[in-house]
T-cell receptor, first 114, second 116 residues
Framework: GESVGLHLPTLSVQEGDNSIINCAYS??????FIWYKQESGKGPQFIID?????DKRQGQRVTVLLNKTVKHLSLQIAATQPGDSAVYFC?????????????FGSGTRLQVQP | DAGVIQSPRHEVTEMGQEVTLRCKPI?????LFWYRQTMMRGLELLIY????????DSGMPEDRFSAKMPNASFSTLKIQPSEPRDSAVYFC??????????????FGDGTRLSIL
C-alpha cells in the first residue's frame, strides 16, 4: 500500500466534472482490490471492488480500472456531485492465500466545488 | 437492513482505565474485523475472526489489547490499562466469507476513543 502520513492528497473538481482518484499498491501478490468512501464521522462505505482477473469494472457512476503491470488502481466517478465529497481509500488483499484482512492506502480527499 | 452496530460512539476516559468497545456484525456474516484509524497510521487491522475464531491478531499492539467473539452476533475489544496513545477511532467491520465468493467488508461508524 501507500505510505501513510498526516496530509492527505486532495483532488478538487467542479460539480458535473468527472473525477479520477489514483492508488498505487505495492504487493504484486494481491488479487482483490476495493474502494471505500469515508465521510466525516462515519465508517468507510463500500463503493466497488475488482478481482485481479479483471482490468475494469463498472458500477453506478463509478468505474474501477486495474493495471497489474504497474500495480495501479483508479476510481473514476462520472458527473461528480457535492455528495461525493469525502475521503476515498483503496484497499487490497490476497484472497488466494485465504487472508481476508484488508491493507488500506492512505486515502485521497475529494472536494467537489458547486 | 441494519448495518454493523458499534457502541459507544464516543468514549472519553482517563489513562489507566479499562475500555470496552462493542460490535454487532451484520446478521449472517461470518467474518468480523477490528481496525484502528489514526491520522499518523491510517486504517490498520488489529484482529479478525472467522466463525467466531480469532484468525489473525498480529495487528494487536500489545498485551493491553484483547478481543473476544463469544457468539456470531457480538464482539468486544478491550484495552486495559488504557494509555493516551490508544486514542483513535476504532472500527468494526463484517463480511460473509466463503473462499472465492468472499463478500466485501462492511464497516460500522466507529468508536472515537480519547484517553486523557
Amino acid at each position: 500500500g501507500e505510505s501513510v502520513g498526516l496530509h492527505l492528497p486532495t483532488l478538487s473538481v467542479q460539480e458535473g466534472d468527472n473525477s479520477i482518484i489514483n492508488c498505487a499498491y505495492s504487493n504484486s501478490a494481491s488479487d482483490y482490490f476495493i474502494w471505500y468512501k469515508q465521510e466525516s464521522g462515519k465508517g468507510p462505505q463500500f463503493i466497488i471492488d475488482i478481482r485481479s482477473n479483471m482490468d475494469k469494472r463498472q458500477g453506478q457512476r463509478v468505474t474501477v480500472l486495474l493495471n497489474k503491470t504497474v500495480k495501479h488502481l483508479s476510481l473514476q466517478i462520472a458527473a461528480t456531485q457535492p455528495g461525493d465529497s469525502a475521503v476515498y481509500f483503496c484497499a487490497e488483499n490476497m484472497r488466494n492465500t485465504g487472508r481476508r484482512a484488508l491493507t488500506f492506502g492512505s486515502g485521497t480527499r475529494l472536494q467537489v466545488q458547486p | 437492513d441494519a448495518g454493523v452496530i458499534q457502541s459507544p460512539r464516543h468514549e472519553v476516559t482517563e489513562m489507566g482505565q479499562e475500555v470496552t468497545l462493542r460490535c454487532k456484525p451484520i446478521s449472517g456474516h461470518n467474518s468480523l474485523f477490528w481496525y484502528r484509524q489514526t491520522m499518523m497510521r491510517g486504517l490498520e487491522l488489529l484482529i479478525y475472526f472467522n466463525n467466531n475464531v480469532p484468525i489473525d491478531d498480529s495487528g494487536m499492539p500489545e498485551d493491553r489489547f484483547s478481543a473476544k467473539m463469544p457468539n456470531a452476533s457480538f464482539s468486544t475489544l478491550k484495552i486495559q490499562p488504557s494509555e493516551p496513545r490508544d486514542s483513535a477511532v476504532y472500527f468494526c467491520a463484517s463480511s460473509f466469507s466463503a473462499g472465492v465468493r468472499d463478500q466485501p467488508q462492511h464497516f460500522g461508524d466507529g468508536t472515537r476513543l480519547s484517553i486523557l
